[in-house]
C-alpha cells in the first residue's frame, strides 16, 4: 500500500492507456483477471482498462477499489476520448457535471483546487453518436465510473478527463488505436499535473485515517470489548496530538493497568490532566 | 477568488446572478436544476472543499424566516433568523457549520425579496405583543464578510429602515465596512461582531480579521453613528482563560464607549454530540477540540461545573466595563 497518494486511474481502451503506463512505468498484473490491470511498485498508481460503456467502467472501477483498503482516501481518474461538436482535437476538458441519457440524477465532481483545465459538461451516451450537443462533450464511461467513486472516496476524489477525439468535422469512425495514442499524447503533461494535486489531497486524506499501532498493540494485551475499543481509539487520538507537542507517550501506564477499564481510566485521566496544562488551543 | 459557479436554472436570469456572472468571466459556469444536487449530499468532505468552495447561486424555497433556537437573542422576545448565505468565508474551528454541513461551498440565495415578504409576515403577527421583533442574519454565515458578492446590506439596510417594529442584527468577523458606509445609520440594526482573546483568534479563526481590526472597525462604525453589539460567542477555554478574557474587555472597552454599545452576549462552546463527532472526524489532530469536554444529555461541552465558572467570571469582568442590562447570555436551557 503506498504511502503517499494514490492515483487510481480507469480507462476504457488500451490506446488510452499508454501514457499512463509509460510514465509510471506501470506493470501489467498477471492472472486470471476480470479486467486488465496495471500498477507500479508501490501501488500508488493503478490502472483499470474497463472497455467501452458506463457499465463496464463501473464494474472495472468497483472491481479495482475492491482490490484495495484504501480506495476511500485515493484519487480516482477516468482518463479517455470524447466528442464535442466544435472543440479541436486533442483539447483536454474536465468534467464538472456528468448527466447520462435515461438518467435523472447528474454527478458534480467537486475541484478541490484551481485547475487549468476548462471545465465542462458530459453526457454519458451508451452507443458512440455523431449528433454531438451544444453543451457537453459526449462520451460513455463518466456516468458509470463517478457513480462508483463517489460512493467510495467522495465528490472531491474522482475526477473525470475527457481528451477531444471528434467533432462535426473528424468522426470517431476515423478513430483507431494510433490517432487515440497520439491525442491523449498531447495532453499528457497537463493530465500529469492535474493527477499530482489529486494525489496530494489523498496524501493528506490517508494519513489523517491511518490507524494508531499502538491501538493494536493495546486490544491484544487488554480484553476491550467494542465501545472500550472505540474509546481507547479516542483517547490514543487525543494523547497523539499531544505526542505532536513534544510529550512523551506515558508509557508506565501500560504496566501499572490492572485490565482495558483501567487502562482506558488512566490513559483518559492523563489526557485530561495533560491537555489543561498545555495551552488548549 | 471563486473559480467555480453553479447556478440553479431557475435563477440564471436573476438580476443579482447575471451582475456576478458579469465580475467573474472566468469562472467555471455549471448549471443545475436545485442547489440541493451539489451541496450537502452524502459523500462530501467539508475540510477538503473549504480549500477552494465553490459559489451555488440559487433561490431560496420553503420557510426563510425561522425561529431562532431557545436562548438566542438580545433583549428580544420575538426573536427570528434567516439566511441569505450558507456557510462562511472565514474557517474557524469552533464553528458549527463544519459540523452542521457536509459541503464548504457557500450557498447564496438570492430571492432577497421573498425573505423580505416574510419578515413583513413575522413582524406583523407580533404587532400585537407591543413588542420588537429582532431578526438575525449571520446565523448561518458571517453578515458581512462576503458583502462584496452579494450586496446584501445593500437590500437589507434599506429594506428594514420601512419596517416598523423590527430589528436587523447584522452578525460579523468583517472589517469590509464598505456597505455600511454608504448608508445612513439605521436606528434598528445591530451591527455585531464576534470576539475572542488575541491568543485563541490566531490559532482557531483562520482567515479571520485580526481582533484588533476588529474592534478598530466596531470603533469606525461607533463614530459614524451605528449601534453596535459584541459578541463574546463562544467562549473557549485556555490557561490564564480569566486574565486572557480581562485583557479583551479592557481593550475593547478601551477603545469604544460603553454607552454607545447596543449589548454584549456571551456563551459557551457546546456540540450536540453528533455535530461534534463529525467536526472530530474531519479535524482529528485539532488541539482545542480535544480538551476535557463532558456529554451531558447529548451535549458536548466543557461540562457544567466550568460552563459556570467561565460565564460568571466573564459576567463578573464585564461588569466593571458595561451596565449589567445590556448583558445576555447565548445558552440554551437554565442558566447558571
Redesign the interface.
Known amino acids: 500500500m503506498a504511502e503517499c497518494g494514490a492515483i487510481y486511474w480507469v480507462v476504457a481502451l488500451s490506446a488510452e492507456a499508454k501514457c499512463i503506463v509509460k510514465y509510471f512505468g506501470l506493470k501489467r498484473t498477471q492472472g486470471r483477471l476480470p479486467f486488465p490491470l496495471y500498477q507500479d511498485s508501490d501501488g500508488s498508481n493503478q490502472l483499470v482498462v474497463s472497455g467501452a460503456g458506463r457499465m463496464a467502467a463501473a464494474a472495472a472501477t468497483a472491481y479495482l477499489a475492491g482490490r484495495n483498503t484504501d480506495s476511500d482516501t485515493a484519487g480516482w481518474i477516468n482518463l479517455g476520448i470524447a466528442g464535442h461538436k466544435d472543440f479541436e482535437l486533442g483539447h483536454l476538458v474536465r468534467a464538472?457535471?456528468v448527466s447520462a441519457t435515461n438518467e435523472k440524477?447528474?454527478w458534480?465532481p467537486?475541484?478541490?483546487?484551481?485547475s487549468s483545465i476548462?471545465?465542462y459538461?458530459a453526457l454519458t451516451v451508451d452507443l458512440p453518436t455523431k449528433g454531438y450537443p451544444t453543451e457537453a462533450v459526449v462520451e460513455m464511461e463518466a456516468y458509470g465510473f463517478l457513480g462508483v467513486t463517489?460512493?467510495v472516496a467522495?465528490?472531491?476524489?474522482g475526477h473525470c478527463l475527457k481528451v477531444i477525439s471528434d467533432n462535426e468535422s473528424h468522426h470517431w469512425e476515423e478513430l483507431d488505436r494510433f490517432k487515440i495514442e497520439e491525442l491523449m499524447a498531447k495532453s499528457w503533461d497537463e493530465v500529469v499535473s492535474f493527477s499530482e494535486k489529486i494525489r496530494e489531497?489523498s496524501r493528506e486524506?490517508k494519513s489523517?485515517v491511518v490507524e494508531n499501532p499502538r491501538l493494536k498493540e493495546m486490544s491484544s494485551r487488554f480484553r476491550l470489548s467494542v465501545t472500550q475499543k472505540n474509546r481507547l481509539r479516542h483517547v490514543l487520538?487525543?494523547v497523539?496530538?499531544l505526542v505532536?507537542?513534544g510529550l512523551s507517550f506515558p508509557e508506565s501506564l501500560l504496566d501499572e493497568a490492572s485490565n482495558g477499564k483501567d487502562l482506558l481510566r488512566k490513559l483518559e485521566a492523563w489526557?485530561?490532566e495533560a491537555?489543561?496544562?498545555?495551552?488548549?488551543? | 477568488m471563486i473559480d467555480t459557479i453553479y447556478i440553479e436554472d431557475e435563477v440564471r436570469n436573476h438580476p443579482r446572478t447575471r451582475s456576478i456572472l458579469e465580475r467573474y468571466k472566468g469562472a467555471d459556469i455549471v448549471s443545475c436544476e436545485r442547489y440541493t444536487e451539489i451541496f450537502n449530499r452524502r459523500s462530501q468532505n467539508f475540510r477538503i472543499q473549504k480549500k477552494n468552495p465553490a459559489l451555488i447561486i440559487a433561490r431560496k424555497h420553503g420557510a426563510k424566516v425561522l425561529p431562532t433556537p431557545e436562548g438566542y437573542g438580545v433583549g428580544g422576545k420575538n426573536n427570528f433568523y434567516f439566511s441569505h448565505m450558507l456557510n462562511c468565508l472565514y474557517d474557524c474551528r469552533y464553528c458549527f457549520l463544519q459540523g452542521m454541513y457536509r459541503s464548504a461551498n457557500y450557498v447564496w440565495f438570492v430571492n432577497y425579496e421573498d425573505f423580505g415578504d416574510e419578515i413583513l409576515k413575522a413582524v406583523k403577527q407580533n404587532q400585537g405583543s407591543g413588542e420588537d421583533s429582532y431578526f438575525f442574519s449571520g446565523y448561518d454565515c458571517d453578515s458581512l464578510a462576503m458583502e462584496d458578492l452579494t450586496g446584501f446590506v445593500d437590500w437589507a439596510i434599506p429594506f428594514f429602515s420601512q419596517v416598523q417594529g423590527a430589528y436587523l442584527e447584522l452578525r460579523t468577523k468583517s472589517v469590509n465596512l464598505k456597505a455600511l458606509k454608504k448608508h445612513a445609520p439605521m436606528e434598528h440594526c445591530i451591527v455585531a461582531f464576534s470576539l475572542t482573546p488575541d491568543a485563541v483568534a490566531k490559532k482557531v479563526e483562520h482567515g479571520a480579521p485580526k481582533v484588533e481590526s476588529r474592534i478598530k472597525a466596531m470603533s469606525q462604525l461607533i463614530e459614524l453613528g451605528w449601534k453596535v453589539g459584541i459578541r463574546f460567542d463562544p467562549l473557549i477555554q485556555h490557561p490564564n482563560f480569566e486574565a486572557s478574557y480581562e485583557g479583551l474587555f479592557r481593550d475593547v472597552f478601551g477603545a469604544l464607549p460603553a454607552d454607545r454599545i447596543h449589548s454584549v452576549s456571551f456563551g459557551p462552546m457546546r456540540f450536540p454530540k453528533t455535530m461534534y463527532d463529525r467536526i472530530l472526524k474531519l479535524y482529528p489532530k485539532e488541539k482545542m477540540l480535544h480538551a476535557p469536554m463532558e456529554n451531558y444529555d447529548g451535549m458536548i461541552s466543557y461540562g457544567r461545573e466550568k460552563e459556570v465558572a467561565i460565564i460568571n467570571h466573564c459576567q463578573k469582568a464585564l461588569g466593571e466595563h458595561i451596565d449589567t442590562t445590556k448583558f445576555f447570555r447565548c445558552m440554551p436551557g437554565e442558566m447558571p
Not at chain 1, 154 to 157: K, P, S
Not at chain 1, 275 to 281: A, H, N
Request: glycine share 6%; no cysteine.
Open positions: 464538472n457535471r440524477r447528474s458534480y467537486v475541484l478541490p483546487f484551481k476548462q471545465g459538461s463517489t460512493l467522495g465528490v472531491e476524489l489531497i486524506e489523517l487520538t487525543r497523539d496530538v505532536l507537542e489526557a485530561d491537555f489543561s496544562m498545555s495551552d488548549m488551543l
